[in-house]
């Protein structure tokens, strides 16, 4: 006996429902004419993840439920099928009883044109990323359905969402209501890593219960998260057995067989046997690579932007933000802008203008001189007396972040900022300057790792684009904010190797500045960057979003307050 599934791993967009149903629609019109009779979505699937506070609004909760049912109506047109979906629920769904008091991060199973069973999340996440007991109360009981297969051998699937997976009571419930396959549908974000930490986790979960487990995804951006997809399904023993690809849509085809040989009922173990495709794994550099180029992509498409514009200075980080942008969105799309101070150095014209041609893109040059001399101009009076400092670098970089705020006013553009997480941790940036703009693409990227992004991606070409986008010099020079003369990053910040180390065990493992010393690291480092970390939380505050690569970025994850005398 087989039976067919499908994990229909959509990119799906927040609040979309009228999209999103269609979108499901049509990947089980694909799955069910190639012959597979249960189809299943991700977490939250009609609505996209996360809504966060619109799973408040009753009329977004009743419109999600409404959606439901009519992808309900719609399905029944493929008879046979049955169709996992993802959904907020304020209640029954099927006889439309609703207590919006209570909203549950729910999924429904469809077949014949109706709502057959309606399943809650019983453990909701509240860490990291995850709001979940802002908006939803826990379900208390399992979920298992019947699915028919080729032989009219009905197969019992026990039906979890996400965060279930990650404790053991929710899949054992599901045993002992008699499923003899575990289904786990999910809105899980990425961060570098994370895949080997689901794909262990299930192998826990399959191993502990005796059952296979089908891990469904979905891909995509939405605001600072991504979801890479990598669906799978792991064996009774946790063996993978199939993998869907990374960062893009696809349909992972499964097979669920009986097995031949009938193992001993006291044994624990499952009679039933996966399989399908498997997408070979790939290294963190071209993972993280995707992922930033999938975040910028979908926030500019799914915001209905035409185009992007930043500042290409001929230093490190706006190179990489440009080769991310052209790899994201093509080189017709990209708009650089090189504003030259009477500090820029001719290298950086030089390799500014090599880098746009390399690219194809749409390449200016708007001197700040005249403004700058404006400025000083107007402020010569007050300003009298006294010697230039980090006042007359900030008008600098506050000029070059109007410059590009004007031309996004005008032309539509999404101005996209080029600081990365080394300069974010310890306010190595411009407030109202270089931070201006409306998509931070490396805010969450380490200093040290986006010199290591650049010379991955001039070995790589992922998206056909351009062989060697990154001039070599600007790899090897010492990086500069150019803001006066002969001026190293190291004048004001310790090697980045140093401050990379410290942002690393400080920001992301919450490690105590006793505990950095104690390992070696020099007390006045870690007390300098740590200092610098805790009074630029008011800069933090006002930068744009950004993709999300690690397990603790600058945004949901991290809420500290500005105002803060606590030292550890």
């Known amino acids: 006996m087989t039976l067919k599934m ?92 609703v207590s919006l008091a209570r909203r549950f991060n729910a999924a429904s199973v469809l077949r014949d044109g109706q709502v057959k069973h309606t399943y809650a999340k019983q453990e909701l996440p509240n860490y990291q990323v995850f709001d979940e007991r802002r908006y939803f109360v826990p379900g208390q009981s399992s979920c298992v359905f019947e699915v028919e297969g080729e032989s009219g051998e ?7 969402i996400c965060e279930d997976a990650w404790f053991e ?27 080997q930490e689901r794909e262990q986790m299930m192998a826990l979960r399959a191993h502990e219960s005796g059952l296979p487990v089908v891990y469904a995804h979905q891909v995509g951006g939405q605001d600072e998260i991504i979801f890479e997809g990598r669906s799978f399904a792991v064996d009774h023993q946790g063996t993978v057995t199939a993998r869907a690809l990374a960062f893009e849509e696809a349909l992972l085809s499964l097979s669920v067989v009986r097995a031949q040989a009938q193992i001993p009922p006291e044994q624990g173990r499952s009679h039933w046997a996966m399989s399908g495709p498997t997408e070979p794994m790939v290294s963190e550099d071209e993972d993280l690579w995707r992922a930033l180029v999938l975040g910028i992509r979908d926030y500019v498409e799914k915001n209905g932007v035409p185009s992007v514009v930043l500042g290409l200075s001929g230093g490190i980080d706006s190179a990489l933000v440009m080769a991310l942008a052209v790899d ?15 500090y820029t150095a001719d290298i950086s014209w030089i390799d500014a203008r090599d880098m746009a041609e390399r690219m194809g893109v749409r390449y200016d040059e708007i001197s700040i001189l005249p403004a700058v001399s404006a400025f000083k101009a107007l402020l010569a009076s007050d300003f009298d007396g006294l010697a230039e400092d980090a006042t007359e670098e900030n008008i600098q970089a506050r000029i070059r972040g109007t410059l590009l705020m004007a031309l996004s006013n005008k032309f539509g553009s999404l101005v996209l900022t080029t600081g990365n997480k080394s300069e974010m941790s310890t306010g190595y940036c411009t407030l109202y300057g270089d931070m201006a703009g409306g998509f931070a693409a490396i805010k969450d990227v380490v200093k040290t790792k986006v010199f290591q992004l650049a010379r991955w991606r001039n070995q790589h070409d992922p998206f056909e684009t351009c062989q060697v986008p990154i001039p070599e010099r600007i790899i090897t020079r010492p990086p500069s904010a150019e803001l006066r003369p002969d001026q190293k990053d190291q004048d004001s910040l310790p090697p980045y190797e140093v401050l990379d180390d410290i942002v690393q065990r400080y920001v992301e493992n919450d490690e105590s500045i006793e505990a950095m010393i104690a390992s070696g690291l020099s007390p006045a480092d870690v007390e300098r960057v740590t200092r610098l970390i805790k009074i630029n939380e008011y800069k933090r505050r006002q930068a744009p979003v950004g993709v999300r690569v690690t397990h603790r970025s600058f945004g949901k994850d991290w809420r500290y307050p500005i105002t803060n005398r606590f030292r550890a």
């Open 6 to 97: 499908c994990v229909a791993q959509l990119n799906y967009v927040v609040g979309d429902l009228k999209g999103n149903a269609q979108k499901i629609i049509d990947a089980a019109t694909t799955a069910y004419d190639s012959g597979h009779r249960l189809v299943i979505t991700s977490e939250l699937s009609i609505c996209g993840y996360a809504a966060e506070d619109l799973f408040l609004r009753p009329s977004f909760v009743a419109a999600c439920e409404d959606a439901v049912r009519g992808l309900a109506e719609a399905l029944g047109q493929l008879p046979g099928l049955t169709v996992v979906v993802g959904h907020p629920s304020g209640g029954d769904v099927r006889s439309r009883s």
């Open 154 to 160: 009905q197969v019992r699937i026990g039906l979890l």
């Open 169 to 195: 009571a929710p899949a054992k419930s599901s045993r002992e209501a008699g499923a003899e396959l575990l289904l786990v549908i999910n809105a899980s974000p990425f961060h570098l890593g994370k895949w």
């Open 328 to 342: 994201a969105l093509g080189a017709s799309r990209v708009r650089a802008v090189m504003m030259p101070s009477p």
